[in-house]
């Protein structure tokens, strides 16, 4: 059973910036894919940023691209996500996930194991 602890969530003005960080056990990290995941209130949960297992690709929402970068130490079993430029709109609670069977999706049904997710609040 893989266990996932997200930090490093908080209170930042727009434009500001924030690192995500999601620290993860009980599997062996560099053999799957890891995947960022919010949900704002009243509304589904929904992807950010997915990386492969080495780090070598990645995938964004277009909502985030170009602001959010996700990469990944496999040494440190740890993956992360860089928000810049934040907006009111990323305001939501965070979650990194690990796939079922390994491989980056954007669905998050194909997600089996998450973290207790981490508030992200975006003042205006």
């Known amino acids: 059973q893989v266990q996932l602890v997200e930090s490093g969530g908080g209170l930042v003005q727009a434009g500001g910036s924030l690192r995500l960080s999601c620290s993860v056990s009980g599997r062996t990290f560099s053999s799957f894919a890891m995947g960022w995941f919010r949900q704002a209130p009243g509304k589904e949960r929904e992807f950010v940023a997915g990386i492969n297992y080495s780090g070598a690709s990645t995938y964004y929402a277009d909502s985030v691209k170009g602001r959010f970068t996700i990469s990944r130490d496999n040494a440190k079993n740890t993956v992360y996500l860089q928000m810049n430029s934040l907006k009111p709109e990323d305001t939501a609670v965070y979650y990194c996930?690990?796939?079922?069977?390994?491989?980056?999706?954007?669905?998050?049904?194909?997600?089996?194991?998450w973290g207790q997710g981490t508030q992200v609040t975006v003042s205006s």
């Open positions: 996930a690990a796939p079922r069977l390994g491989f980056v999706s954007r669905d998050p049904r194909d997600f089996g194991s």
